[in-house]
């Protein structure tokens, strides 16, 4: 269908009107929704006009039924805070003024109807102990005659460590149980988004604009690019031309291709916050774990039918994201100093065409550096950059990179017995660009 201007790419065209489900409210508010509550219903709507719409299921419907019984008020808090990040939050710190002045009414509505999770679903003490503020943390620290000087996360570590302890009678509870229910009263009310429901309109994020990258912040805020993008095509400040969306291939086969998609993205965006927070012992683990999670797809008939979509849609399968989270394990090998491991995932990368084949030309240089510099291999490093040279796909700045790795081997010393080898790869001639130079004088005032 033709999609309206001013909408992303995507999403065709959708009303801001109710999500799709709701009774109404029968006040203003539900005729004329303020702007987050509007975009939010119009990705709704736009998804499930769509034939996107087939690969969500009756779960999913559910919970989208839910959220369009809600009242203005009810559905205005949940996308309030569906955009925040996945944590849990004190009622008392919440200051939503459009939406109500006393929020507790409002949070059981969407506690009724399962869209949240209120303080009697916060098992985890971690989780409570994030809430604290550092006075807080201090007196629940001196309750349990623990330490309460140093940094905020001993004071948290030692917590932990007598939550973990076991009650040596029976009949007592479990420290981890006396520090819940006290820490649960210097909390007080508090809130968290339901797990389910906030991975459904995730989900139906993700479906109306694919194109929309999700790193890491965007992964932890359910995907919020996309509102982002309609926030400023409401201000003005971003216009789309006319498109007219014309589907000749179908990226998600069904349901569960759309789920590994899914969960290949969070994987990267995970890894990208361990890089980030150059937590590299915990980028390694997350690394493997994709790694035998893909050796299970790449002997799966889903290959084949990624193979058979373009390659600006291939980017789009699970296949291609693993693909870029191989590639970033290779730099996580290499800051741990595993560089045999990463030799051998470059050469697994490069023995297969059919994802991110614009990279072929960082892995075939990163290859040649690791056999030669980390490893002391020269003559396999040549073999390599011959090997790179000759391969097509190669963009032509990568091929310089080479043969300028080529030739800083050639003039090394130690590489002197390779000469003959490094003489015979092919030279790339680069032209130099044309050069303009304009004279004038500096205009002086008088």
Not at 55 to 71: C, H, K, M, P
Not at 337 to 356: G, I, K, P, W
């Amino acid at each position: 269908g033709e999609g309206e201007e001013g909408a992303p790419p995507g999403g065709g065209e959708g009303e801001e009107g109710a999500a799709p489900g709701a009774s109404g409210s029968g006040d203003a508010d539900a005729a004329c929704p303020p702007y987050y509550l509007g975009n939010f219903q119009r990705v709704v709507a736009a998804v499930l006009r769509s034939p996107d719409a087939e690969l969500l299921n009756e779960d999913d419907g559910r919970w989208i039924g839910a959220f369009g019984r809600l009242s203005a008020a009810a559905q205005k808090l949940y996308v309030r805070l569906f955009q925040r990040k996945l944590n849990w939050l004190k009622v008392n710190r919440l200051d939503y003024a459009e939406v109500c002045l006393d929020l507790m009414p409002v949070i059981d509505e969407l506690a009724l109807a399962g869209l949240v999770q209120t303080g009697a679903e916060l098992h985890d003490v971690s989780h409570g102990l994030a809430l604290l503020t550092a006075s807080e943390l201090k007196l629940l620290t001196r309750h349990f005659h623990l330490r309460a000087q140093g940094q905020r996360s001993e004071m948290i570590g030692s917590l932990l460590s007598l939550a973990k302890q076991q009650s040596i009678f029976s009949m007592n509870r479990s420290p981890g149980s006396a520090i819940l229910t006290r820490m649960k009263e210097m909390v007080g009310p508090c809130v968290r988004i339901s797990l389910a429901a906030r991975a459904v309109f995730s989900r139906v994020l993700l479906l109306y604009s694919l194109t929309e990258p999700m790193d890491e912040e965007d992964a932890a805020c359910a995907g919020q690019n996309q509102l982002s993008t309609l926030l400023l095509v409401n201000m003005g400040r971003l216009t789309f031309p006319h498109y007219t969306i014309q589907r000749e291939a179908k990226i998600f086969q069904n349901r569960e291709d759309l789920l590994r998609y899914e969960a290949a993205c969070h994987t990267l965006a995970e890894l990208g916050a361990a890089m980030a927070a150059k937590d590299w012992e915990i980028a390694l683990q997350i690394y493997q774990r994709a790694k035998e999670t893909w050796s299970h797809l790449d002997n799966s008939s889903n290959l084949w039918l990624w193979r058979q979509l373009p390659v600006y849609l291939r980017c789009f399968t699970a296949g291609w994201v693993y693909t870029t989270v191989h590639c970033r394990g290779v730099e996580v090998l290499q800051r741990l100093h595993m560089y045999t491991e990463a030799v051998v995932e470059l050469r697994n990368l490069l023995d297969q065409s059919d994802f991110c084949p614009e990279s072929r030309g960082h892995w075939w240089d990163r290859l040649a550096l690791n056999l030669q510099q980390h490893l002391k291999q020269p003559e396999q490093a040549v073999a390599c950059i011959r090997a790179a040279l000759a391969d097509v796909r190669v963009h032509a700045g990568h091929r310089l990179a080479l043969q300028q790795r080529a030739q800083r081997m050639h003039d090394s010393p130690s590489c002197r017995q390779w000469h003959h080898l490094l003489q015979e790869l092919p030279v790339i001639h680069v032209e130099d660009v044309p050069h303009v130079s304009s004279e004038g004088h500096d205009q002086v005032a008088p």
